[in-house]
């Protein structure tokens, strides 16, 4: 019996696109140049790292904002304000389709509910304070995040502290994200139940406790049937 | 010559009651009840442990976050949130009376303009938020803040490593603050300048490079006659 859910945030709840966009044309506007492929660059390095497990715990966030200042030669206080510039800049859309009504959902039905999210390029304060104005927060009986725990995805430890603070066994627990490498294998390697959300068709991948979904709304129908 | 001016943020450029009581307001409801007593009492004993220099530099932060939590037998979860919708809730009024005013002079007149500042309760980050939404964070070069650099006020460090990295010695650099331990007491052992914001009378204290303001705008005069 499925006790606890866990979910990825970005690219899961919020629309990572958006802030990512967001977030590039603050920074152009403060360098005053497109700064949009160093950025995306930037980003797949530090997945291929953290895929790797070559970033000390806790550091993909500090070490995303030096590989991003070191490719673009500037300042960190320039990355620092373009990430609250992008986060000022947003609004409800940021929010994913059948988001709020999957958590309402799971609520309901009395499951733990967590955030596990690895943090890039913006701190997970923002990310927090994203999900407490357009009222997500309240869902979640606690949230994890890699600048604040020692640990990132896919490694098994952000998977398993959650786990053991609320008393619960991998079995017991399905972590649902957008990343085939950190929240689907992550997850099914620490032992969870893991569900991928693939937006662009389902890939054949079969795993006894890995189920693909296209859509977040999905999910209400795998947690009625027990999984 | 003054080449470089430091600022505390909270208590000299934006208002701490008006934040302390927004997050104290977020926090006791989310708890349901009033938690402005302990806040308070944790505040005081941070401020106790930061001027006997008995907290591991870059911890202040994590440790406020901590004892506050201890205290109130609650989850830091919920003092992250209550961080957040503080941040949220707060308007324009914000901003010191004179700030504004001040910040763009030193700026036209060509001196390095930096912030040196403790954390305590939220962010660093939420800070540079609320500094980039009414337009004061144009005005810095950089932003030091202990949750991020690996010192915090009265600390030598924390006043020396920006002079090194803008190449001013202490001599040519001010730091301007309402804390007399954290600010005054700590800019002077640390060679710098120092001005005191003591918005409720002036104490008389005399030291050749420290002076007490009643009013920000009074470092206009200040700065005119080069100290």
Redesign the interface.
């Known amino acids: 019996m499925i006790k606890l859910a866990s979910f990825d945030v970005w690219g899961t709840i919020l629309d990572l696109d958006l802030m990512l966009t967001s977030f590039i044309n603050s920074l152009s506007e403060l360098i005053g140049e497109d700064v949009s492929a160093d950025v995306i660059r930037v980003r797949k390095r530090v997945k291929e790292l953290r895929r790797k497990f070559e970033i000390k715990p806790g550091g993909d966030f500090e070490l995303s904002q030096e590989l991003l200042a070191e490719k673009l030669n500037t300042?960190i206080?320039l990355i620092?304000?373009a990430?609250?510039?992008a986060?000022?800049k947003i609004d409800e859309s940021i929010i994913m389709e059948g988001v709020d009504q999957v958590l309402k959902f799971i609520k309901e039905n009395g499951l733990k509910l967590i955030i596990i999210g690895n943090v890039m390029f913006w701190?997970s304060?923002?990310t927090?304070?994203i999900?407490?104005?357009f009222e997500l927060?309240r869902y979640f009986?606690?949230?994890y995040y890699s600048d604040e725990v020692e640990a990132y995805k896919p490694m098994k430890e952000i998977f398993l502290r959650p786990l053991s603070e609320f008393r619960v066994s991998p079995g017991e627990a399905v972590h649902v994200g957008d990343s085939f490498s950190e929240d689907f294998q992550g997850a099914l390697d620490a032992g969870l139940h893991a569900v991928l959300i693939s937006r662009r068709g389902r890939p054949k991948i079969h795993h006894r406790k890995g189920l693909i979904i296209e859509n977040i709304q999905e999910l209400i129908t795998l947690l009625k049937r027990g999984f």
Do not use: G, I
């Open positions: 300042e206080d620092k304000r990430a609250a510039k986060t000022l701190p304060s923002y927090r304070l999900l407490e104005r927060a009986d606690r949230q």
